[in-house]
């Protein structure tokens, strides 16, 4: 090729930012994002309920080259986050390189020419040497198969797809699902609401954290006047976190002492046995996502919320009836459900060498080499693709290694070494046959279905610490290529 290859990425989430700005820092100026939604931000554009808060502390969630030291909260909320977003494009300048409410729906790679179409929905064909898949992991809302559900006469609302129109105060609600987005939202609707009836199917341990703290106006200046020291503190959390994220991997006192930290957070803030019992839950704490919480445990509780753990028989116009014939009046029923996480790029219909589609490719599951190669579709890479920390490591340093990793193929190309560069289906099997020798010791490995699951019950995350995850992405083995 020996020319500045044209580079695609398919998404302007935190995957795709991160993406352009390292391709860009790197040298690669023909570099587009294309992007479905009207707006940047990717989960944090789509997620607007109510309580919407993150996890995990700003100050680790947050891009290594864009730090923000003024978030008005530790734990900030999705508000922010999204805005936090679109201040980090204004300011690198990415923003001319993204093209908004521009969907792919097709990609076919074309081994002569050895470059991809793209094409639009709006019927546009785009050329590109690379592609990459920056499509995110919790895209695809989950929607429940509940009879009944479509005739119900009020408002249903997925939480990934909130209607800001819907009026919730002062009305019957109900809550389907207890991931983070349940607890989140019932805590955040209960206090404004008629009643809350929460539909649990299956309890989650909730770790207490205060998670409305604010960050000090002491600390916000101190990191505003040292730049040098908040990058330090950064790396420090980074580093703590991920011994944190040991917990998961690993079976040790840590593990032990988190576990016990969340049968307490329990036991401490719900006095009533017959409601303890209920919110028990009968697997290990930390299997599932683990939800973080300061308010549910008292919003449950409150004289207008009701933990209702019967089966939901139906749906009916006016409520929900449950297996025990009980019949509760719903105004609005929020779906907190949860999403497809396995689709990745899908329904993007990706057809690779061969006539090898993306579908049929992962019929098995979705399967990469390092969580961004697929054997069978040359120049095309993921960033936060399969098997990428998403219940442990830090995303945005993820997709920073990640993306410097793709950079060493771009140079391949741009400097004529390679016309097209494919991982190899050995490289693939080693690398997805040692993930599944490492999930053996994992807590996600310990009985309980998560979105962390796939279809064949294999768990879809990365069960090594960050330093292999930087060892990994350091530098390509080109012998797990086939570089033509
Ligand atoms: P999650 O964590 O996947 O939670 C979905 C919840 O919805 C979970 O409690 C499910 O119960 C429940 N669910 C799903 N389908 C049904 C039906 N048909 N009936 C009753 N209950 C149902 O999604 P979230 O949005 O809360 O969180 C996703 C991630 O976002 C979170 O982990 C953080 O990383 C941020 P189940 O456990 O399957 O019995």
């Not at 980090?88 to 020419?113: H, K, M």
């Amino acid at each position: 090729m020996a020319q500045m290859p044209r580079v695609v990425i398919i998404g302007a989430g935190l995957a795709g930012i991160t993406a352009l700005h390292v391709f860009n820092q790197r040298g690669f100026n023909d570099v587009t994002v294309l992007e479905k939604a009207s707006d940047v931000g990717g989960v944090w554009h789509w997620n607007r309920y109510p309580g919407l808060t993150c996890d995990v502390p700003s100050q680790i969630y947050q891009f290594g080259f864009a730090p923000k030291p003024d978030w008005s909260h530790i734990w900030a909320d999705g508000a922010d986050i999204q805005r936090y977003h679109r201040d980090v494009v204004d300011t690198l300048g990415l923003g001319d390189r993204i093209r908004l409410n521009t969907e792919v729906v097709a990609a076919q790679w074309d081994e002569n020419t050895t470059q991809w179409t793209l094409s639009t929905a709006g019927g546009e064909r785009i050329d590109a040497d690379v592609v990459v898949c920056a499509t995110g992991v919790l895209h695809h809302p989950a929607m429940p198969d509940i009879p009944g559900l479509d005739e119900f006469a009020g408002p249903v609302v997925h939480t990934a797809r909130w209607d800001p129109d819907v009026d919730t105060g002062g009305k019957r609600i109900a809550v389907i699902g207890t991931g983070s987005t349940g607890v989140q939202i019932v805590s955040a609707l209960q206090p404004g609401a008629r009643s809350v009836a929460h539909y649990v199917r299956s309890p989650q341990w909730i770790l207490w954290a205060p998670m409305t703290l604010r960050q000090s106006a002491l600390l916000t200046a101190a990191l505003l006047h040292y730049p040098a020291a908040h990058d330090r503190m950064h790396q420090a959390l980074l580093w703590a976190s991920g011994i944190l994220a040991d917990v998961t991997t690993r079976p040790s006192w840590r593990r032990r002492a988190v576990q016990a930290y969340a049968r307490l957070s329990l036991r401490l803030q719900v006095r009533n046995p017959a409601l303890r019992a209920k919110l028990t839950p009968d697997y290990q704490p930390l299997c599932k996502r683990q939800v973080v919480s300061g308010t549910y445990y008292r919003a449950i509780q409150s004289n207008n919320a009701e933990l209702v753990t019967d089966r939901i028989a139906e749906v009916t116009p006016t409520g929900i009836r449950t297996a025990d014939g009980r019949h509760r009046q719903t105004d609005v029923i929020v779906l907190a459900t949860g999403f497809q996480a396995h689709n990745y790029m899908r329904p993007i219909q990706i057809t690779g060498r061969d006539d090898l589609t993306i579908d049929k490719a992962w019929s098995g599951g979705p399967r990469a080499y390092r969580m961004t190669a697929i054997p069978g579709f040359p120049n095309l890479f993921t960033v936060l693709g399969p098997n990428s920390p998403t219940g442990s490591i830090s995303l945005q340093y993820s997709a920073e290694r990640t993306a410097h990793y793709i950079v060493r193929f771009l140079e391949m190309l741009r400097d004529g070494e390679a016309t097209s560069i494919e991982v190899t289906e050995d490289a693939t099997d080693d690398f997805n046959a040692g993930v599944a020798e490492a999930m053996i010791p994992t807590v996600w490995n310990t009985g309980c279905n998560s979105w962390y699951l796939t279809e064949n019950n294999t768990v879809d995350l990365w069960p090594y610490n960050r330093k292999t995850l930087t060892a990994m992405l350091a530098e390509p083995e080109l012998g797990h290529f086939l570089v033509r």
